[in-house]
């Protein structure tokens, strides 16, 4: 099991920025998909940008442009910068990792971190 503690969400007007931070409690070098999700109220969780051990990354259409995701295998951190927010930004983002081993498959997750987007 991978232990995932988000940060760097709150309180931010549109037009803003927020840097969101993930750190996991094992290597990361070792984790084939790290990815950023939100959920807002009502609503299902929906991807907002993944990216592999080998960089490749992807991006809810919705986020294209604005958001970026990086992962720092030295520091077992995954990063969501986040810029040109809007209120439709407005949810709680979760942290995740997909891991392969023994030919089974492992997702986990973290808390969350709230981010709102208003005036």
């Known amino acids: 099991q991978v232990q995932l503690v988000e940060s760097g969400g709150g309180l931010v007007q549109p037009g803003g920025s927020l840097r969101l931070s993930c750190a996991a409690s094992?290597?990361?070098?070792?984790?084939?998909?790290m990815g950023w999700y939100r959920q807002a109220p009502g609503k299902q969780r929906d991807m907002v940008a993944t990216?592999?051990?080998?960089?490749?990354?992807n991006y809810a259409d919705s986020v294209k442009g604005r958001f970026t995701i990086s992962r720092d295998n030295a520091k077992n951190t995954l990063y969501l910068q986040m810029n040109s927010l809007k209120p439709e930004d407005t949810a709680v983002y979760y942290c995740?990792?997909?891991?392969?081993?023994?030919?089974?498959?492992?997702?986990?997750w973290g808390q969350g971190t709230q981010v709102t987007v208003s005036s």
């Open positions: 995740n990792t997909i891991r392969y081993r023994y030919g089974r498959t492992y997702s986990d």
């Open positions: 990216i592999t051990s080998g960089g490749s990354t």
């Open positions: 094992r290597n990361t070098a070792g984790i084939s998909t």
